[in-house]
């Protein structure tokens, strides 16, 4: 009689290994897909034809953009034009920001039909910087969530030269507040804004979360052509709730006389130091700097007049350049 075969159990399967997330590709350049059309435009962004030109090409393509940019051009749009310009925004808003949406946040879209202001996060930032500082000469960028040291890290290593905003507060778009950085966020910032033209800084709260004059120094010693510094200064311990134990921020006047007397700082046009709390500093305390035509130290809530506080978006900062006054 054959014997029944022995059941045996199975091997036991080895434990896998969790699998690590991917790392975010970086962005291709968009100009190594794309005609020179985009790069010429960039190169004479006050010509709209040169943007005409490029949304042709676009539409030739398929791409939603061309349409709504040709659209948004025209000097006066039928109620038909309208229509199709409104639907187009409604419909398919991300695809309008092109390659660089999937790493923004939000972002709104200018007169001409092209993304003038949005915010990202920093890590979307080192992510997408290739995509992003493509998407508009004049792009008015809002940067927040540094509290990670790797991406933080990574970020040092870029230059956001072309980007012509760079910002960290609340003046570019609304829905998301400032992002302070400490001395030593700042420090390790700074090559990354060796070659920005206009930045904005976020210094509202405590010692613990926002720089010094000292870390401004650096940042001074650092750049290279900056002509628009805007510092919202706030400093929480002169508030009505101070929280116990936290350090109050330097006097307001300590940041004017960094900004007044750092090397790096006299290529500034123009300079937005104002507190929302505390007593303001004079225009005068920038006089030493050659090149600047415009310096703004009252307190923001007094004066009121820009969208956001202070100037964000680029044709609002050629008018502070310019020594105008928004309305």
């Given at each position: 009689m054959a014997k029944a075969p022995v059941k045996t159990k199975p091997p036991a399967a080895k434990p896998t290994a969790k699998a690590k997330p991917a790392k975010a590709k970086?962005?291709?350049n968009p100009t190594t897909k794309i005609d020179p059309l985009l790069a010429q435009y960039w190169a004479n962004p006050s010509d709209t034809e040169l943007l005409r030109v490029w949304a042709d090409?676009?539409?030739?393509?398929?791409?939603?953009?061309?349409?709504?940019?040709?659209?948004?051009?025209?000097?006066?749009?039928?109620?038909?034009?309208?229509?199709r310009r409104r639907a187009l925004?409604?419909?398919?808003?991300?695809?309008?920001?092109?390659?660089?949406?999937e790493f923004l946040r939000e972002f709104d879209l200018g007169p001409n039909g092209i993304v003038h202001a949005?915010?990202?996060?920093?890590?979307?930032?080192?992510?997408?910087?290739?995509?992003?500082?493509?998407?508009?000469?004049?792009?008015?960028?809002?940067?927040?969530s540094l509290k990670s040291k790797p991406v933080l890290d990574e970020l040092a290593k870029l230059s956001l030269e072309r980007i012509y905003h760079v910002s960290f507060q609340w003046n570019v778009i609304g829905s998301q507040g400032g992002s302070p950085m400490t001395d030593a966020q700042l420090i390790k910032l700074a090559p990354a804004f060796r070659r920005v033209r206009h930045l904005s800084l976020d210094c509202g709260g405590y010692l613990d979360n926002c720089f010094t004059p000292e870390g401004l120094r650096v940042l001074g010693n650092t750049v290279e052509q900056l002509e628009f510094l805007s510092i919202n200064y706030y400093n929480s311990a002169a508030g009505n709730y101070p929280a116990a134990k936290?350090?109050?921020?330097?006097?307001?006047?300590?940041?004017?006389?960094?900004?007044?007397?750092?090397?790096?700082?006299?290529?500034?046009?123009?300079?937005?130091?104002?507190?929302n709390n505390t007593g303001s500093v004079s225009p005068e305390a920038f006089a030493s700097l050659p090149?600047?035509?415009?310096?703004?130290?009252?307190?923001?809530?007094?004066?009121?007049?820009?969208?956001?506080?202070?100037?964000?978006?680029?044709?609002?900062?050629?008018?502070a350049k310019r020594g105008e006054r928004h309305a």
């Open positions: 970086p962005a291709e090409a676009l539409s030739e393509r398929g791409d939603l953009r061309g349409e709504f940019i040709q659209l948004s051009l025209l000097a006066e749009r039928t109620p038909e034009q309208e229509q925004d409604d419909k398919h808003h991300g695809k309008l920001a092109g390659p660089a949406r949005a915010r990202c996060e920093a890590d979307k930032l080192v992510a997408g910087l290739a995509a992003i500082e493509w998407i508009n000469p004049r792009l008015a960028l809002k940067v927040t936290r350090r109050a921020l330097p006097p307001m006047q300590d940041y004017a006389h960094a900004i007044a007397t750092t090397p790096g700082f006299r290529t500034l046009k123009t300079v937005f130091l104002r507190a090149s600047l035509v415009y310096a703004e130290t009252t307190p923001r809530l007094k004066t009121g007049g820009w969208p956001y506080g202070s100037p964000g978006l680029a044709d609002e900062i050629d008018a």
